[in-house]
């Protein structure tokens, strides 16, 4: 079992629609979580944090559901500008030593 | 803003030879880590570092050396290059604690082994 798993897609919605991912990670002593954009051809960029009370950053909602290990990002009124591919990120423990693991990352095409 | 250069966005080898893998960060960030990108694979870490001089190893090292000897470069350095080490190579850094810490990645190295 990878250790953070996310549906590829692609994911593919018009204009205007609420789009989910969700992401499961196998570590229950992960702390720390983020979702991170990476747009075609380009480096990967911080998106948000996921914090364990849940957060929204405009269109963007992460929650956290420790208990069965997921994370989720909601995507509100997409737009074309939010097509990218969504990585779910993850820390590998609880120690200040341990690394972030990467998905494989959910593509999100946005039609008009 | 935080920069993050690679030295070679393309590079083309052959198997067999010696490729030096540079990155620069100007932001005195403790932490740099190469990953290597794969399709369906997705980011795998194959080295980092918290300090100079220090170097810890990731998912798949196997293949790969590094070297930091100041503190804003860190090299990647593939001793013999091989066809499966064709890939995109991404370098980032960040401040404070490895695993908490908002990453800044480079643009990549798309690395062609022949």
Request: hydrophobic share 30%; aromatic share 12%.
């Amino acid at each position: 079992r990878k250790e953070v798993e996310q549906d590829p897609g692609p994911f593919n919605v018009p204009e205007g629609a609420t789009v989910a991912f969700n992401c499961t990670y196998s570590n229950s002593a992960s702390q720390s979580f983020f979702w991170y954009r990476q747009d075609c051809r380009k480096e990967p960029k911080l998106l948000m944090s996921v914090y364990s009370s849940g957060n929204e950053d405009g269109r963007f909602t992460a929650q956290l559901n420790r208990a069965s290990q997921y994370i989720s990002l909601l995507i509100r009124d997409s737009k074309l500008s939010d097509s990218a591919t969504y990585l779910c990120v993850v820390n590998g423990g609880s120690s200040n030593t341990g690394k972030l693991i990467f998905g494989q990352g959910t593509t999100l095409q946005v039609k008009p | 803003d935080v920069k993050v250069t690679q030295s070679s966005r393309y590079l083309v080898k052959r198997t067999g030879e010696k490729v030096f893998l540079e990155c620069v960060q100007d932001m005195d960030h403790e932490n740099m880590f190469w990953y290597r990108q794969d399709p369906g694979l997705g980011l795998r870490l194959i080295y980092f570092s918290y300090d100079v001089k220090m170097k810890e190893k990731g998912d798949i090292p196997e293949g790969y050396s590094v070297s930091r000897e100041k503190k804003e470069r860190f090299s990647l350095i593939l001793e013999s290059a091989s066809t499966n080490q064709t890939s995109m190579y991404l370098c980032a850094s960040s401040a404070g604690t490895a695993n908490t810490g908002e990453l800044f990645f480079g643009e990549g190295s798309r690395l062609t082994v022949l």
